[in-house]
């Protein structure tokens, strides 16, 4: 009856622990792995499936499992780095460990990994683009004639500009894009917002935190780039506005640039078929609001 018991408790317990599965998204990585002779999967296909099987096996069994990004040069660097054995199941259960604590992650709540894979995807390029975007801003220092930290100064600047967007948007969802042309690769930052039943606006943080260092990042060395929002509410016709960065502020574009900026792809430059019922109109005056931050010298 003891034995028993406990196999109970053991059961119970395994319900209260939260995995992680490192994932090989796509077909280059897999075949990457592959080198690893403890790596003994053959066909990327049925990989997939069988995490896939899996996945539904631990969320049938009442556990939380969380998906990461596995990437295998990152994973041989890890091993370099702290002197393990590459061609380890050990190794491989200690990189995923780390990317649970700080690598692009998504949770398995039940969705195709058609689904997932994509999401992950996004995931990873929002991380990599928030820390490109915050090197950079750190690297630029302070100011030769004041001495003020130029990268702070426009994140606050950001900051001041994002909460003046929103505040002046009409209710509903809200949809911003901010692109900034940073050679040698165009970042682009993606921001969703929407009003509470108390209509107060809710943000995802680490959305919030990474648009707003992109725009800062614009704002701090003078990039070419953009800022465009959509606007969604029951019962009325989308509206679509936006801003160009100039100098430390963003300027009104008009109805036209609004239109041309919305539908040409901001990565290819491709035109995108326009959409019926759109407005396409210029942007809320932002007002002065209180005294915006910033890097005037």
């Known amino acids: 009856m003891a034995h028993t018991e406990h196999q ?43 995490v896939e099987s899996l996945l539904k096996t ?40 780390e990317l649970a604590a700080s690598g692009p992650t998504v949770p398995y709540e039940g969705q195709p990994l058609d689904e997932l894979v994509p999401d992950l995807v996004d995931e990873a390029v929002r991380k990599a ?10 690297r630029i220092g302070n100011c030769a004639s004041c001495g003020e930290d130029i990268g702070r100064a426009a994140f606050a600047r950001a900051t001041h ?23 040698p690769e165009t970042l682009v930052a993606v921001l969703r917002a929407e009003d509470d039943a108390e209509g107060t606006t809710r943000l995802d943080e ?18 070419a780039g953009g800022l465009v929002m959509r606007t969604t509410a029951p019962g009325t016709t989308d509206r679509v506005y936006g801003w160009r960065l100039r100098g430390e502020g963003l300027e009104p574009l008009t ?29 809320p005056d932002l007002g002065s609001g209180e005294e915006a931050p910033g890097h005037a010298h």
């Open 8 to 50: 109970t408790m053991r059961r119970v317990l395994r319900r209260e622990i939260a995995g992680t599965i490192g994932l090989l998204t796509d077909e280059h990585d897999f075949t990457a792995m592959r080198r690893y002779r403890t790596f003994t999967f053959n066909d990327h296909t049925t990989y997939l499936q069988q």
């Open 58 to 97: 631990l969320a049938a069994q009442g556990s939380h499992t969380t998906v990461a990004l596995f990437d295998p040069e990152e994973y041989a660097e890890f091993c370099t780095h702290n002197g393990l054995e590459p061609d380890a199941v050990t190794s491989r259960t200690r990189f995923t460990a």
């Open 129 to 138: 683009t928030w820390e490109y975007a915050t090197t950079l801003l750190a």
């Open 161 to 183: 500009l994002l909460t003046r967007v929103l505040d002046t948007a009409s209710p509903g969802e809200r949809h911003l894009v901010c692109s900034v042309f940073a050679a």
């Open 206 to 223: 680490a959305e919030a935190l990474e648009f707003t260092t992109v725009l800062a990042l614009g704002l701090a060395t003078g990039s």
């Open 255 to 283: 109805a036209g640039e609004v239109f041309d900026a919305y539908c040409t792809d901001v990565v290819s430059g491709d035109l995108v078929s326009p959409e019926s019922g759109v407005d396409y109109c210029v942007p």
